[in-house]
C-alpha cells in the first residue's frame, strides 16, 4: 500500500511537471502588465500593501493594487522550475520554493530575488517554510526532505525526523512551542520544543493532508484529500471531522488576523469556511480558475485566489461573515 501511494505521488508530481513545461501561447505582455490567466500559480502571500505569487516555470509576480494589476519580478528563463510555496517571514524578507530543491530570497518584499539553492540531480520539491521569528526557519517537502536554517535563510541544512521517507506538505506553528506538520498517508508530527525534536500522533485519517494551520490558542485545523477537514482544539491530541458536504480535494488556505475564521479551496474552486469552534460556516465556489490552490482575503472582504488558471480578485458573498 506504501508502495502504491508513493507511486501515485509520483505520477500526480510527473504530471505537473509536464503540464508546467507544456508548450504555452505567449501573450505579448510586459512586465508592468503581466497576464496572470495564461499560467499555473501555486501560492500567493500579502506582505505590507503588497500581494506576492507564485507559479509554474519559476514565474513570481506581485501587485500594489490588490491584484488588479501584476508585474513579473522573476521569469522563467532565471530558474525555469515550478515554485509550489512563498512564505512572508517578515515584513520585506520572503522565501520561495518549488522543484529541483530550489530557495528563493527576496529582501525587498519580492520585487528582485536571490537564488539559494537548487538541487538539480534528484529533483526532489520543497512543498514549503514556515518560521516563528524570521531568522530561524523550516523547509520542508518530498521524501521526507526537511532543512533548517538559523541565518534568516541564507544556508540551510538537513534535520532527520522520525519518517520514512513519506512526502511532508504543510507545517504551521502554534502558541509557545507548538509545531505541527501533516503529510501522505495521513501522516501527522508535532513537536512541543519549537522543532527541535518531532512525534508521530497516533493517526486519525488514512489519506493525505495537505495543509494544516493554527487558528488561536489551542485551536488547529487540517485538511487534505477527499474533502476531509479535521479540528483540534487540544493542540492536536485529538482531532475531529468537520462535514463539509463535499469530497473534493483541498489545497489551500487563508486565515483572519484574529484566527477566528478560516477559509479553504480546493478543486472545481471550492470554498470552504470554517471558525475557530471547527463549525463549518459555508462553502461555494468561484468559477473561472479550475482548481484553487492559495488564496488571500484582503480588508476590503474581497479575496483573491490562485489556481490552475491564474490569480483572480473577486468579491465572494460567502466570505460576507468573515469580520464577524
Known amino acids: ?77 532565471e530558474v525555469p522550475v515550478t515554485l509550489t510555496d512563498i512564505t512572508a517571514l517578515s515584513d520585506t524578507l520572503l522565501l520561495a520554493v518549488g522543484h529541483d530543491s530550489v530557495i528563493l530570497r527576496s529582501e525587498d518584499a519580492g520585487l528582485t530575488w536571490e537564488l539559494i539553492m537548487r538541487d538539480t540531480e534528484t529533483g526532489e520539491p520543497l512543498m514549503g517554510t514556515w518560521s516563528a521569528d524570521g531568522k530561524h526557519i523550516f523547509a520542508y517537502g518530498s521524501f521526507g526532505k526537511f532543512l533548517v536554517s538559523d541565518d534568516a535563510g541564507r544556508n540551510f541544512t538537513a534535520q532527520e525526523l522520525p519518517l520514512f521517507g513519506e512526502h511532508l506538505s504543510a507545517m504551521d506553528g502554534g502558541e509557545g512551542d507548538v509545531r505541527i506538520m501533516v503529510g ?48 483540534s482544539n487540544d493542540n492536536g491530541e485529538q482531532w475531529n471531522q468537520v462535514d463539509i458536504g463535499s469530497e473534493l480535494p483541498l489545497y489551500g488556505h487563508a486565515v483572519s488576523e484574529n484566527g477566528k475564521r478560516m477559509v479553504i479551496v480546493g ?29 488571500v482575503v484582503l480588508p476590503s472582504g474581497h479575496v483573491v485566489v490562485a489556481g490552475q488558471r491564474g490569480l483572480m480578485q473577486s468579491y465572494q458573498a460567502h466570505l460576507a461573515a468573515w469580520s464577524k
Open 1 to 77: 500500500m506504501y508502495r502504491l501511494i508513493s507511486y501515485s505521488f509520483c505520477v500526480m508530481v510527473a504530471a505537473l511537471v509536464l503540464f508546467a513545461f507544456s508548450p504555452r501561447e505567449h501573450d505579448e505582455t510586459n512586465s508592468e502588465n503581466f497576464n496572470v490567466r495564461r499560467i499555473q500559480f501555486n501560492d500567493i502571500t500579502a506582505v505590507n500593501d503588497r500581494l506576492v505569487a507564485v507559479g509554474e516555470r519559476g514565474t513570481i509576480v506581485v501587485s500594489e493594487n490588490d491584484g488588479q494589476t501584476w508585474k513579473e519580478t522573476h521569469r522563467d528563463d
Open 184 to 231: 501522505e498517508m495521513g501522516l501527522v508530527l508535532r513537536s512541543l520544543d519549537a522543532g527541535e525534536s518531532w512525534d508521530k500522533l497516533d493517526p486519525f485519517y488514512q489519506g493525505s493532508l495537505f495543509g494544516v494551520s493554527h487558528l488561536n490558542g489551542t485551536r488547529w485545523i487540517a485538511y487534505g484529500m477527499r474533502g476531509h477537514v479535521f479540528f
Open 267 to 295: 478543486t472545481a474552486g471550492i470554498l470552504v469556511s470554517i471558525n475557530d469552534q471547527g463549525e463549518l460556516v459555508n462553502t461555494s465556489n468561484v468559477g473561472g480558475l479550475g482548481t484553487l490552490t492559495s488564496a
